[in-house]
T-cell receptor, first 108, second 114 residues
């Protein structure tokens, strides 16, 4: 079955430190993966998707098919990065499967 | 992208009553979904709202409890029937524009059942 796991419920880092939010998936075929972010009192919004190979707000994510991972990284965390982050998988174009989410807290 | 409006944004409901949530999109979209996000938990897909036909429900969700309508390509409703405190949750409408398979979310409807 298609599944997305995010092993850390909470991740705390200091401002300026590197951050890595882990995401692993199980999927048959070529996966399409996304990271969504939810800032306090705001709607869930797309952060980035692997097919775009883009960097948004300093975040990048590389799809590693060998390790079935799509970890989200940023070299220098900012306080405004504090939010809930969800890794998501496009389920054969039918719907999306979301991971449990990781709450990132960037400390001053 | 798509702009999604959900109503109500928040409500407190009595046990045993039903509430209908509306989702309006500013453009025609191929797929509309309803998710539930219970306190402190991730998003769980309830169903895919199909235009002109019955919704497709995920395991654990049934039409009698969560009837869904989708009369056209820009509008859908989700009804939470015979509510109990366990139904207290955020209900999210989301849409796929079919472009890059990205989905977009409404702001959510916070329901508290007392």
């Amino acid at each position: 079955a298609q599944r997305v796991t995010q092993p850390e419920k909470l991740l705390s880092v200091f401002k300026g430190a590197p951050v890595e939010l882990k995401c692993n998936y199980s999927y048959s075929g070529s996966p399409e993966l996304f990271w969504y972010v939810q800032y306090s009192r705001q709607r869930l919004q797309l952060l980035l998707r692997h097919i775009s190979r883009e960097s948004i707000k300093g975040f990048t994510a590389d799809l590693n098919k060998g390790e079935t991972s799509f970890h989200l990284k940023k070299p220098f965390a900012q306080e405004e990065d504090s939010a809930m982050y969800y890794c998501a998988l496009d389920n054969y174009g039918q719907n999306f499967v979301f991971g449990p989410g990781t709450r990132l807290s960037v400390l001053p | 992208s798509a702009v999604i409006s959900q109503k109500p944004s928040r409500d407190i409901c009595q046990r045993g009553t039903s509430l209908t949530i509306q989702c309006q999109v500013d453009s025609q979209v191929t797929m509309m979904f309803w998710y539930r996000q219970q306190p402190g938990q991730s998003l769980t897909l309830i169903a895919t709202a199909n235009q002109g036909s019955e919704a497709t429900y995920e395991s654990g969700f049934v039409i009698d409890k969560f009837p869904i309508s989708r009369p056209n390509l820009t509008f859908s409703t989700l009804t939470v029937s015979n509510m109990s405190p366990e139904d207290s949750s955020i209900y999210l409408c989301s849409v796929s524009t079919g472009s890059g398979n990205t989905i977009y979310f409404g702001e959510g409807s916070w329901l508290t059942v007392v």
